[in-house]
């Protein structure tokens, strides 16, 4: 009887253990998260506080400073999600439009940017 029942169960096992091979190499790995090489807030004279909506998440704020980062002199480096606030630290003169629209990209509004005083 086990002779019988061994190639069974072996087949049940190798079944198994494949289809959750294939169910776990499917799911989709998530991205690397962005990081800014130059942590020096002395070299950002420039920020920005902005108040988004769609923000109402920690991945969806992990995204949009992701996006943000990824400009060349830009540095997302606080985000309350909860508060639907971001402030964004920049080298040069910050473009409002070009961060306006990165932002956009992750699928937020913006709907409040100013200026930090320092840079008025």
Not at 7 to 20: E, M, N, S
Not at 37 to 49: E, I
Not at 89 to 107: F, H, I, M, N, Y
Request: proline share 4%; with cysteine.
């Amino acid at each position: 009887m086990i002779i019988v029942l061994l190639p069974i169960v072996l087949t049940v096992v190798v079944v198994l253990l494949t289809a959750r091979s294939l169910r776990a190499s499917s799911r989709p790995s998530r991205p690397e998260h962005t990081r800014v090489a130059d942590l020096n807030r002395d070299h950002y004279p420039y920020g920005v506080r902005f108040t988004l909506s769609g923000m109402d998440s920690e991945d969806a704020a992990r995204r949009v400073q992701d996006r943000l980062n990824r400009l060349e002199g830009v540095w997302a480096e606080g985000a309350d999600w909860s508060a639907g606030e971001l402030h964004v630290l920049c080298k040069e003169q910050p473009d409002l439009s070009a961060l306006r629209q990165a932002v956009a990209d992750t699928g937020c509004t913006v709907l409040r940017a100013s200026r930090d005083a320092k840079d008025a």
